[in-house]
């Protein structure tokens, strides 16, 4: 309903549920990223920076989400799914990208929220005040988010009249003063703007700057020469730091990583020293987990309660039961699933193998491909010989059974219930529960061998 005039009902002065659409900007390669994949691929807290700000916009159930992209952008579309994308077929600027999204909006007239995908730790609170701004009558036309970052660089910047507060117009730094390069409220990039304005005012957007570029940003005085207002809104350096380079990138990690950790010990987790525990974006932990320092949780972890994880430990993709204990020094391959109360120590290495309750896997083993039953002991040193070259075979471990130091188990093999097998054996036959096997040559021993040998060594060298 362009140029028809906008307008919603309120009830009983309470707001109202308006449409929200959100256009993504994400066509630009990062060429400062020095890099072959495209910039909001690159991961934040382990998912590419693109798919955590998705993630943040579809909290707010928008009705319609587009992300723009480049030619050839096709794993960014793969990221952006299940939303639409549209393809910015040359690289005109922030404007221009935006009309990009216009089809594929179809008429929405509701409020447009812009972000920009090298932006992508803004939080879900700061973008409802934006809505917020937005519905307030006078309800402005653009609502910008500003920010005061300490070294304000390259960022647009916001001038204000400073009578009533509004936006009067950004500028870009190339474009602005020095009077102007002086004033320290930036321009984010983000915007929410009435849906019904927005593409016409794209659609008179010049490029009579340095840069030749449709720049967005230029919405705010062309609004405001149709009579609109245009207000600002301020969010933190933290959630708006726009990533460029990959110096911004590890910024925007650390970032991450810092809200990660408060939200974990929030959640009910000790974590004796934050800043040495690195966390995925989906890592799940129980209450009174205890995570001791210098821990690295990979993608799909789930901790039970009451775990403990001493130092050097590295998980991905495993599953931990209630009250285990792990470390330090443990690595949880793909496919660990740890039983409750069960013990994984130092230099173990556990891949696609459940080790069950109470079970005790200690020191130095790799356990692959198998099974350890519950209350099983598996002794120092233990391997479980799952690959033959070719392919992968399982190795099961009764419950009780226990395996004596320095043992190899040559898959597919099978120790029954409450077996022993003696230290230092290569168990490649199945193993009867209750039995005792053991594969190691006789003793042998000969006395006074030794003194013999060395007294001859003694006498040759003389
Ligand atoms: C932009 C803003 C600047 C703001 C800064 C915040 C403009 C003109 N400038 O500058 O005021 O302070 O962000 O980080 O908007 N993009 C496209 N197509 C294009 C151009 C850009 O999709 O033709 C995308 C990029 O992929 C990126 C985003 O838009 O995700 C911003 O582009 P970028 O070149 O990084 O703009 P800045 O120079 O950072
Ligand atoms: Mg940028």
Redesign the pocket.
């Known amino acids: 309903m362009a140029g028809s005039g906008h307008y919603h009902i309120d009830f009983g002065g309470s707001m109202t549920k308006r449409k929200t659409a959100a256009v993504v900007?994400?066509?630009?390669m990062?060429t400062r990223m020095r890099s072959a994949l495209p910039?909001?691929l690159h991961p934040v807290a382990g998912r590419p920076m693109l798919r955590a700000l998705l993630d943040t916009v579809e909290d707010l159930a928008p009705e319609r989400v587009v992300v723009?992209v480049?030619p050839g952008m096709e794993a960014v579309g793969r990221a952006a799914a299940p939303h639409a994308t549209a393809i910015?077929e040359q690289?005109?600027?922030?404007?221009?990208?935006v009309g990009c999204a216009g089809a594929a909006l179809g008429g929405f007239d509701g409020d447009v929220l812009v972000l920009?995908?090298?932006?992508p730790l803004v939080t879900r609170k700061t973008l409802d005040r934006m809505l917020e701004a937005r519905r307030k009558a006078p309800e402005p036309v653009v609502v910008v988010l500003g920010f005061r970052p300490r070294d304000p660089g390259?960022?647009?910047r916001l001038l204000t009249d400073p009578a009533t507060g509004e936006v009067t117009a950004?500028v870009?730094h190339g474009e602005a003063t020095p009077e102007q390069r002086a004033v320290g409220l930036?321009?984010?990039?983000v915007m929410v703007v009435d849906g019904a304005r927005l593409f016409g005012l794209i659609d008179r957007l010049g490029a009579d700057n340095a840069k030749g570029?449709y720049?967005?940003?230029d919405i705010v005085a062309l609004a405001r020469k149709d009579g609109g207002r245009c207000v600002f809104v301020e969010g933190t350096e933290e959630e708006l730091i726009?990533v460029?380079s990959r110096k911004d990138l590890a910024r925007a990690e650390a970032i991450a990583q810092d809200r990660l950790r408060d939200a974990a010990m929030e959640a009910g987790a000790t974590l004796i020293d934050p800043s040495t525990v690195y966390f995925h974006h989906d890592t799940r932990l129980g209450r009174d987990v205890v995570i001791h320092p210098h821990v690295v949780f990979g993608p799909g972890v789930t901790v039970g309660d009451g775990v403990v994880i001493k130092s050097f430990c590295h998980l991905e993709e495993a599953e931990v039961g209630r009250g285990a204990l792990l470390g330090p020094y443990a690595r949880l391959r793909p496919g660990a699933e740890i039983g409750e109360d069960a013990h994984i120590g130092n230099f173990v290495e556990i891949k696609k193998a459940k080790v069950e309750k109470g079970a005790k896997v200690n020191h130095l083993s790799y356990i692959g491909d198998g099974r350890v039953g519950p209350g099983a002991n598996i002794g120092a040193g233990t391997i479980f010989c799952n690959y033959d070259g070719f392919d992968k075979a399982f190795t099961d471990v009764g419950a009780g059974a226990f395996i004596g130091s320095n043992s190899a188990l040559v898959a597919p093999v099978k120790v029954g219930d409450g077996a022993i097998v003696g230290a230092g054996s290569v168990i490649a036959k199945d193993v009867a529960g209750d039995a005792l096997a053991v594969t190691r040559g006789p003793h042998r021993e000969i006395p006074g061998w030794a003194a013999r040998y060395r007294a001859k060594k003694k006498k040759k060298k003389d």
């Not at 900007?25 to 630009?28: D, M």
């Not at 690289?91 to 221009?96: A, E, F, K, Y």
């Not at 930036?186 to 990039?189: E, F």
């Open positions: 900007l994400a066509a630009g990062g910039k909001v723009v480049g910015q690289r005109l600027g922030t404007g221009h990208a920009y995908g090298d932006t390259e960022y647009g950004i870009e930036c321009n984010s990039g570029e720049f967005l940003t726009g460029n």
